[in-house]
C-alpha cells in the first residue's frame, strides 16, 4: 500500500557551490550529500583496487561499463518507482535495454517489495540539520519493521563482505529519517538484481545497524575533520 501522505517529505534542490555539489534543505543550508562524504572518505585500499580494475580493462572500457550500469540503474528505478506510485508494472517496450531493465524490476517486485505491506515514500528527500542530505530510493514496512530501503543494480551477484557502503548508506539514511520525523528506524534493506534478472537481498538490522551507523559517524568526522 503506498501511503505518500504519512509524513511530510520537503524537496532538496541540488545547488553547485565552491566545495562541490550540495543539496539546500527548506532552512536555507548546503549540505554535502550521503554519497559525496562516502566518495570522499573511501579508504585508500578500496581507492587502489578501482584504480586497478580500471587500468587492467582499459580507462575507456571502465567508463563505458560504468556508464551503461548507471543507464540500466536509471531504467530499472523508473519502473520501480512508478510500480509503487500505481501498483501496476508499466510495459517495456520495445527497445532490448529497457526491456533488460524490465525484467530486473520485476525480479524486485516479485521477490523483494512483495515483503512490503507500506511504502511512505519513493526516492525521498531527507537530510539531517546542519549536517548532511540525501536521497533513498524507498521508506516503509518490510516484514512488520520500518525500513529504509534501496533498490541496486550490479553487472554481477555481490558478496556481502563488497558492499560495506551500502550498509553505511541505508544507516544514514535510517538515522536522518529519525531525526526530521520522530521514527525509530534500525533496518536496512538492499534489493539488488543483475542483468540476467538475478535477485539478491541483503538485510541490515540489530548489532550490525548499530555498527553500520558508527561507521557513518566516524566517515562524517573524517569528512568535515578534512575540511578543517
Known sequence: M???????????????TPEGRRYATPDGQKLPSVTTILSATTPEDKKQALQQWRNRVGHAKAQEITTEAASRGTRMHKFLEDYIKTGELSASGSNPYSIQSHKMADSIIRQGLCNCSEWWGTEVPLYFPSVYAGTT??????????????????????????????????AAYATAHNELHGTKIRKGVIFMCDPT?????????????????????????LFYTSLL
Do not use: C
Not at 503506498?2 to 553547485?16: C, G, H, M, Q, S
Not at 545497524?209 to 568526522?221: I, N
Open 2 to 16: 503506498y501511503t505518500p501522505d504519512k509524513f511530510k517529505y520537503e524537496a532538496l534542490k541540488r545547488v553547485d
Open 137 to 170: 530510493d524507498l521508506v516503509g514496512v518490510h516484514d512488520g519493521s520500518e525500513s529504509i530501503m534501496d533498490h541496486k543494480q550490479t553487472n554481477k551477484p555481490k558478496k556481502r563482505e563488497w558492499i560495506d557502503d551500502y550498509f553505511v548508506q541505508l
Open 197 to 221: 534478472a538475478m535477485y539478491q537481498e541483503f538485510i541490515l538490522e540489530g548489532a550490525e545497524f548499530d555498527k553500520y551507523q558508527q561507521e557513518w559517524y566516524k566517515r562524517l568526522e
